[in-house]
Nanobody
Framework: QVQLVESGGGLVQTGGSLRLSCTYS????????MGWFRQAPGKEREFVAA????????YYADSVKGRFTISRDNAKNTVYLQMSSLKPDDTGVYYC?????????????????WGQGTQVTVSS
């Protein structure tokens, strides 16, 4: 069983910052590729960012490039999403996901495990 636990969500004003954390545990592939997705009310879940095991390879959605940064600390089994210059369109539930490989993917189908999500609300 694999557990992914997100934290760090909350309410922030436009232009503000938040850092999300995702800690993974259980019978997971050792330090797998990880990703962040989000889902706004009434919309489909969408890709935000992903990072490979080594952290060398990262991917970002065009909508967050230059504002969000994904990183990881393998010693702590934790992945982070630093979000800056937040906009109301960034509002949604943010989900952490892990693969069964060392690679990172920009599509949900590449991920085997998902967290419960953490709410991010950006007020205008």
């Amino acid at each position: 069983q694999v557990q992914l636990v997100e934290s760090g969500g909350g309410l922030v004003q436009t232009g503000g910052s938040l850092r999300l954390s995702c800690t993974y545990s259980g019978r997971t592939f050792s330090n797998p590729g990880m990703g962040w997705f989000r889902q706004a009310p009434g919309k489909e879940r969408e890709f935000v960012a992903a990072i490979s095991r080594s952290g060398v390879t990262t991917y970002y959605a065009d909508s967050v490039k230059g504002r969000f940064t994904i990183s990881r600390d393998n010693a702590k089994n934790t992945v982070y999403l630093q979000m800056s210059s937040l906009k109301p369109d960034d509002t949604g539930v943010y989900y952490c996901a892990s693969t069964n490989t060392t690679l990172a993917f920009s599509t949900a189908s590449g991920y085997a495990y998902w967290g419960q999500g953490t709410q991010v609300t950006v007020s205008s």
